[in-house]
């Protein structure tokens, strides 16, 4: 027997919507760390580093969320420096204006979405991240994405990052999804997007990345490009 329709699509960002690109804090540290103190910018980078590698062992065997500002005032706490908000605020918007042509969306991205809403599907985003909404809004901005999603959640928003079931749940009720078995999901994280969506009764296509490490799971579907995902939509509806 056939199952449910689908009525929305919920996407990842990195490594599904946009080309996979592993934003590291390190230069981050680094122009925070020389304008603490130009002589010890080596030993302060690596530290503010160390801070950060336990904070995300921490976030990620809770699952519970956090921002970029609690990871930068706990490496302020940790070393003990009397560092300036606007000072760090500088770092990252250097390190932002430095990733921007870096950043960039799949081509397929923009039809397959309008193709998608043109089948009345609704569309959402579901992104883990400690960057601000503003950060992940420029890009999908720049390239006329964010006009063809009605709602785009950040983990940096909310109390816990994917794969925990409340972020899906939120995903589905910005998208007034009464029945999870009518959204597909698609991201190119086995843990974090496959299992993590099929856990709370909701499709998931996984789109591989070799970048990522595998998973003991098993997708509704796979696909190579994002087209391929109107095939797997058309034959559930």
């Known amino acids: 027997?056939?199952?449910?329709?689908?009525?929305?699509?919920?996407?990842?960002?990195?490594?599904?919507?946009?080309?996979?690109?592993?934003?590291?804090?390190?230069?981050?540290?680094?122009?925070?760390?020389?304008h603490l103190d130009p002589a010890r910018e080596d030993e302060l980078t690596e530290r503010l580093s160390q801070v950060e590698e336990r904070f995300w062992a921490r976030t990620t065997?809770?699952?519970?969320?956090?921002?970029?500002?609690?990871?930068?005032?706990?490496?302020?706490?940790?070393?003990?420096?009397?560092?300036?908000e606007a000072v760090l605020e500088e770092a990252a918007v250097r390190h932002l204006d430095a990733w921007t042509p870096h950043i960039t969306h799949d081509p397929d991205a923009a039809p397959v979405l309008r193709a998608l809403r043109e089948r009345g599907l609704t569309i959402g985003l579901l992104s883990n991240t400690h960057w601000p909404r503003a950060f992940h809004e420029e890009f999908l901005e720049r390239d006329g994405l964010a006009?063809?999603?009605?709602?785009?959640?950040?983990?940096?928003?909310?109390?816990?990052?994917?794969?925990?079931?409340?972020?899906?749940?939120?995903?589905?009720?910005?998208?007034?999804v009464a029945d999870p078995a009518r959204a597909v999901f698609v991201g190119d994280r086995p843990l974090?997007?496959?299992?993590?969506?099929?856990?709370?009764?909701?499709?998931?296509?996984?789109?591989?990345?070799g970048a990522v490490p595998g998973h003991d799971v098993e997708p509704d579907a796979t696909i190579a490009?994002?087209?391929?995902?109107?095939?797997?939509?058309d034959a559930w509806s």
């Open 1 to 34: 027997m056939a199952g449910p329709g689908v009525d929305a699509v919920v996407f990842d960002w990195g490594g599904t919507l946009s080309h996979f690109v592993p934003i590291e804090l390190l230069d981050v540290w680094r122009a925070a760390a020389h």
């Open 147 to 176: 006009e063809l999603i009605d709602a785009r959640l950040y983990s940096s928003e909310l109390s816990h990052l994917k794969p925990h079931p409340s972020v899906f749940r939120a995903a589905l009720d910005a998208l007034d």
């Open 225 to 233: 490009s994002l087209p391929e995902l109107l095939v797997l939509v």
């Open 61 to 84: 065997t809770t699952q519970q969320s956090a921002t970029l500002a609690d990871l930068l005032g706990e490496a302020s706490r940790e070393l003990g420096l009397d560092v300036a």
């Open 192 to 209: 974090d997007d496959i299992s993590g969506a099929q856990g709370v009764g909701m499709r998931a296509v996984l789109r591989p990345n």
